[in-house]
């Protein structure tokens, strides 16, 4: 059964920092992984999609990087801001088999961005 | 713009009610499927449906029931609610393969049972 942790549960940076969030996965065999983002009482908005094939994606100040063979993934987030400051999501979902592109989620790291 | 909208987005249910959460979604995705998520635990799946007239159990289906007539909605029953279903519902579309298979989340329905 695929697993997702996700380190550090939580997390408080000044404002400008850069910072970075780690998620790993117990299953290699994977076909993609997504980042979100969650404010509270708040849906999930996908920041960063990566292919199983690719080894990194960006997206204005973030950067996700994906290691397959060793089950890990970064999230890169240059210069932040109090803006920033939410729970992130890591979600890795099984190569397709015609059963769905169903996620497996890590439980997030809070994220509070100080000025 | 609506991408995935949940009706309704609270609600209370006495133990032993029965409710039906609405999913829709106008980006024309095939798979279509409910989360839960629940305080330390992350999100896990409900059901899910790869098309019109399909579902299929996930990791946590007992006690619920869901049902897509429509290819763009998605419902999840509860016929007898019990305060375990307490709990933050989330709804999720996506295409199936290919470069895009981006989930898309609704922005979910607070359900609590007393």
């Known amino acids: 059964k695929q697993e997702v942790t996700q380190i550090p549960a939580a997390l408080s940076v000044p404002e400008g920092e850069n910072l970075v969030l780690n998620c790993s996965f117990t299953?290699?065999?994977?076909?993609?992984l997504q980042w979100f983002r969650q404010d509270p009482g708040k849906g999930l908005t996908s920041l960063l999609l990566i292919q199983s094939s690719q080894r990194e994606q960006t997206s204005g100040r973030l950067n996700a990087s994906l290691d397959k063979s060793s089950g890990r993934s970064t999230l890169y987030i240059a210069a932040s801001q109090p803006g920033d400051s939410a729970t992130y999501l890591c979600?890795?979902?099984?190569?397709?088999?015609?059963?769905?592109?169903?996620?497996?989620f890590g439980t997030g790291t809070q994220l509070k961005v100080e000025l | 713009n609506a991408g995935v909208t949940q009706t309704p987005k609270f609600r209370v249910l006495k133990t032993g009610q029965s409710m039906t959460l609405l999913c829709a979604q106008d980006m024309n995705h095939e798979y279509m499927y409910w989360y839960r998520q629940d305080p330390g635990m992350g999100l896990r799946l409900i059901h899910y449906?790869?098309?019109?007239?399909?579902?299929a159990k996930g990791e946590v289906p007992d006690g619920y029931n869901v049902s897509r007539l429509k290819k763009q909605n998605f419902l999840l029953g509860l016929e007898s609610a019990a305060p375990s279903q307490t709990s933050v519902y989330f709804c999720?579309?996506?295409?199936?393969?290919?470069?895009?298979?981006?989930?898309?989340f609704g922005q979910g329905t607070r359900l609590t049972v007393v």
């Open positions: 299953d290699s065999a994977i076909y993609n």
């Open positions: 979600a890795v979902s099984p190569i397709l088999t015609g059963g769905g592109n169903k996620l497996t």
């Open positions: 449906s790869v098309g019109e007239g399909t579902t």
């Open positions: 999720a579309s996506s295409y199936p393969t290919g470069v895009n298979t981006e989930a898309f």
